[in-house]
């Protein structure tokens, strides 16, 4: 079984700065792409930032140049850091993860972390 495990979810005032980890853990051959999506209250879940096994990085236009996706592929751990922070940032982040299970799985399975709460104030 995997697990993805996230944490660094804060009240923060605007302007300031949190950063989340996200652990991914159990019967793991080879973590592929890892991301976080978010969930604000009475919204659809949005997608955040995406960053391959190689490192390539992609955001969604509301947070590039504030967000920086990073990853310790011996961990199989990323981190999301975020910067200037606003209040409609203010939701549930979830981390997920395309995971091989063995080495002679044909693709990989997704799997989502239970989330954690970023809340920024203004």
């Known amino acids: 079984q995997v697990q993805l495990v996230e944490s660094g979810g804060d009240l923060v005032q605007a302007g300031g700065s949190l950063r989340l980890s996200c652990a991914a853990s159990?019967?793991?051959?080879?973590?592929?792409?890892m991301g976080w999506y978010r969930q604000a209250p009475g919204k659809q879940r949005q997608w955040v930032a995406t960053?391959?096994?190689?490192?390539?990085?992609s955001y969604a236009d509301s947070v590039r140049g504030r967000f920086t996706i990073s990853r310790d592929n011996a961990k199989n751990t990323n981190y999301l850091q975020m910067n200037s922070l606003k209040p409609e940032d203010t939701a549930v982040y979830y981390c997920?993860?395309?995971?091989?299970?063995?080495?002679?799985?044909?693709?990989?399975?997704?799997?989502w972390g239970q989330g954690t709460q970023v809340t920024v104030s203004s």
């Open positions: 997920n993860a395309d995971v091989f299970l063995t080495s002679y799985s044909g693709k990989a399975l997704k799997y």
């Open positions: 159990g019967s793991i051959f080879r973590v592929n792409a």
């Open positions: 960053i391959t096994s190689g490192g390539s990085t």
